[in-house]
């Protein structure tokens, strides 16, 4: 079995930044990759960013290139998703991924094997 608990979300104003931590846990976890979701009230749960850490490839949704930053410490078994000039669009329960699908897929949630419980992010205008 494997956890992930997320951590880091809260409310700021738009132009802000939060850092967003997942930490792994778990018998069978082997790390493998880590991606962040998220999932706005009346929306479609979307992928946001991702992280194998074989090359370290990092892939981005197109809404937060530039602005959000993916990384991992796999000593700590953590992904980390800083997050700066927030924007009230980006206000949404924030969850963290792994069992990773191949990297072409990264965005598709269906085919993840792990989550967290979420973390809500709140960004005011």
């Known amino acids: 079995q494997v956890q992930l608990v997320e951590s880091g979300g809260g409310s700021v104003q738009a132009g802000g930044s939060l850092r967003l931590s997942c930490a792994a846990s778990?018998?069978?976890?082997?790390?493998?990759?880590g991606a962040w979701f998220r999932e706005a009230p009346g929306k479609a749960r979307e992928g946001v960013a991702a992280?194998?850490?074989?090359?370290?490839?990092?892939y981005y949704a197109d809404s937060v290139k530039g602005r959000f930053t993916i990384s991992q410490d796999n000593a700590k078994n953590t992904v980390y998703l800083q997050m700066n000039s927030l924007k009230p669009d980006d206000t949404a329960m924030y969850y963290c991924?792994?069992?990773?699908?191949?990297?072409?897929?990264?965005?598709?949630?269906?085919?993840?094997?792990?989550w967290g419980q979420g973390t809500q992010v709140t960004v005011s205008s």
């Open positions: 991924a792994a069992d990773c699908p191949h990297p072409r897929i990264w965005a598709d949630w269906s085919r993840f094997g792990f």
């Open positions: 778990g018998s069978t976890y082997r790390s493998n990759c």
């Open positions: 992280i194998y850490p074989g090359d370290g490839a990092t």
